[in-house]
């Protein structure tokens, strides 16, 4: 059984910086495609940052590119976002998701965390 469990999600002031944490069982990182959206009250999930699905390298949406940094630990099988310079309209619940199907479906998503920018 897959389970993606994040953390690292709190109130910050903007300007701030913060390293969202998705441990994961029953997959490995390190041979997965993995991804980060984020979703705010009555709006569909974005896309934050993640593994292109063609050639595996980062990419990220506009909206962070510059200001945030996806990166795995093999041996804890944990994946992280780095995300520093935060505005107020990075507030959002923040999902870690692995294994790809399409650019926006992914087959396993953890429970969310709460990231809150304060300006």
């Known amino acids: 059984q897959v389970q993606l469990v994040e953390s690292g999600g709190g109130l910050v002031q903007a300007g701030g910086s913060l390293r969202l944490s998705c441990a994961a069982s029953?997959?490995?990182?390190?041979?997965?495609?993995v991804a980060w959206f984020r979703q705010v009250p009555g709006k569909g999930r974005e896309f934050v940052a993640g593994?292109?699905?063609?050639?595996?390298?980062?990419q990220y949406a506009d909206s962070v590119k510059g200001r945030s940094t996806i990166s795995r630990d093999n041996a804890k099988n944990t994946v992280y976002l780095q995300m520093n310079s935060l505005k107020s309209e990075d507030t959002a619940v923040y999902y870690c998701?692995?294994?790809?199907?399409?650019?926006?479906?992914?087959?396993?998503w953890g429970q969310g965390t709460q990231v809150t920018v304060s300006s």
């Open positions: 998701a692995a294994g790809y199907l399409t650019p926006l479906e992914y087959r396993y």
């Open positions: 029953g997959l490995t990182v390190s041979s997965s495609a």
């Open positions: 593994d292109r699905w063609n050639d595996g390298k980062n």
